[in-house]
């Protein structure tokens, strides 16, 4: 079974601190993705990465940078969080089309 | 025009009813499609893949209209595990591996 493992399930942090979010799977998958789920608007794109030390943007890369120095693992970085983004954060990896996603990581920003 | 568009619901149905959902997508270079799956507080997880010739998986059963742009989720003899959000992801076709998400439809399935 693919495993996708997310660092945290629930994240409280402060305006302006910066975030790590963390993504680990297990089946030596070469894609991954970053996703934000909110209510009414789905899942949106944050950034993705088809291979180590590689990064594309997604449809809403402002506040967010990423990192992929292993294969197994994708994080994700808030450089100065805001209240805007207090979201379920959602990692996914593939080897095709079809994605894998972890559990999520509520972030609540205060 | 959203990108890939769906009936939000919520659908709320008996068990054992057959109940239907609709997803339509704006591009009609569009390749692949499927269905995920969402449970309340959980990630998506693929239910299944739609091909051209329509597909059937036990009580589920996934069609694709290329002509209308439209594809189409039928669960017969509906379980009360069955309650969750439907998601219809439509692989964008200028980039092979970029999913476009569906906001979903809510199934709620009643004893």
């Known amino acids: 079974d693919v495993k996708v493992t997310q660092s945290s399930r629930y994240l409280v942090k402060r305006t302006g601190e910066k975030v790590f979010l963390e993504c680990v799977q297990d089946?030596?998958?070469?894609?991954m993705f970053w996703y934000r789920q909110d209510p009414g608007l789905g899942l949106r794109l944050i950034y993705f990465s088809y291979d180590v030390k590689m990064k594309e943007k997604g449809d809403i890369p402002e506040g967010y940078s990423v990192s992929r120095e292993k294969k197994e693992r994708f994080s994700l970085i808030l450089e100065s969080a805001s209240t805007n983004q207090t979201s379920m954060y959602l990692c996914?990896?593939?080897?095709?089309?079809?994605?894998?996603f972890g559990p999520g990581t509520r972030l609540t920003v205060l | 025009r959203k990108e890939v568009e769906q009936d939000p619901g919520p659908f709320n149905v008996p068990e054992g009813a057959t109940v239907a959902f609709n997803c339509t997508y704006s591009?009609?270079?569009?390749?692949?499609f499927f269905w995920y799956r969402q449970d309340c507080r959980k990630e998506p997880k693929l239910l299944m893949s739609?091909?051209?010739?329509?597909n059937e998986d036990g009580r589920f059963t996934a069609q694709l209209n290329r002509a209308s742009q439209y594809i189409s989720l039928l669960i017969r003899d509906s379980k009360l595990s069955d309650s969750a959000t439907y998601l219809c992801v439509v692989l964008n076709a200028g980039n092979n591996r970029k999913l476009i998400w569906g906001l979903g439809t809510s199934l709620g399935v009643n004893p």
């Open positions: 996914a990896s593939s080897l095709s089309l079809e994605q894998f």
């Open positions: 739609v091909y051209s010739s329509g």
């Open positions: 591009n009609s270079a569009s390749q692949s």
């Open positions: 089946m030596d998958h070469e894609n």
